[in-house]
T-cell receptor, first 112, second 113 residues
Framework: GESVGLHLPTLSVQEGDNSIINCAYSNSASDYFIWYKQESGKGPQFIIDIRSNMDKRQGQRVTVLLNKTVKHLSLQIAATQPGDSAVYFCAESFQGAQKLVFGQGTRLTINP | DGGITQSPKYLFRKEGQNVTLSCEQNLNHDAMYWYRQDPGQGLRLIYYSQIVNDFQKGDIAEGYSVSREKKESFPLTVTSAQKNPTAFYLC????????????FGEGSRLTVL
């Protein structure tokens, strides 16, 4: 498969455990944040997003937390499954998708 | 099904040759984007287009060119002026330029020999 990141930070979790992937963002003026999942050889897929007027948002098995004080974003995945194995990217933007700035990504691996 | 189609998925070219990567969307989105992805790095914006017949340089536009003659199409040409063209190229679209969520294609892997 395609390699989307040879030297990425890696998180290994046991199947069924909860995963927490962290992201530090750089621009205090950013008003929109988004998480993408990228499987090997594929394009990124939207997971969840959050605007700066919120500090928490929940989706199906996923929760995003935003701490603007320390410019920190996290993605929590509940009951991690083998299909969750992928590289996860956070991205931040201020006033528009053309200004999305992507993080380096974190590789999540699931141990059976 | 609506989505973004990139072609070819894999492409090999010799140094000095221009290559064009295709990107087609049937989502009726106004905005389209091209990103480059290298190992260990986040996505970097090459070009984007807010609307037909308009496009703007992104962060790493040197050595690339684009056109937007139709709403659904946004081809990227990697020219011989691009110093390190081997990479994974991703096309994306959004409803409008101010919308945060991008929809991505499956990518095109370009290898220059």
């Amino acid at each position: 498969g395609e390699s989307v990141g040879l030297h990425l930070p890696t998180l290994s979790v046991q199947e069924g455990d909860n995963s927490i992937i962290n992201c530090a963002y750089s621009n205090s003026a950013s008003d929109y944040f988004i998480w993408y999942k990228q499987e090997s050889g594929k394009g990124p897929q939207f997971i969840i997003d959050i605007r700066s007027n919120m500090d928490k948002r929940q989706g199906q098995r996923v929760t995003v937390l935003l701490n603007k004080t320390v410019k920190h974003l996290s993605l929590q995945i509940a009951a991690t499954q083998p299909g969750d194995s992928a590289v996860y990217f956070c991205a931040e933007s201020f006033q528009g998708a053309q200004k999305l700035v992507f993080g380096q990504g974190t590789r999540l691996t699931i141990n059976p | 099904d609506g989505g973004i189609t990139q072609s070819p998925k894999y492409l090999f070219r010799k140094e000095g040759q221009n290559v064009t990567l295709s990107c087609e969307q049937n989502l009726n989105h106004d905005a389209m984007y091209w990103y480059r992805q290298d190992p260990g790095q986040g996505l970097r914006l090459i070009y984007y287009s807010q609307i037909v017949n308009d496009f703007q340089k992104g962060d790493i536009a040197e050595g690339y060119s684009v056109s937007r003659e139709k709403k659904e199409s946004f081809p990227l040409t990697v020219t011989s002026a691009q110093k390190n063209p081997t990479a994974f190229y991703l096309c994306a679209s959004s409803i409008v330029i101010t919308a945060g969520e991008l929809f991505f294609g499956e990518g095109s892997r370009l290898t220059v020999l």
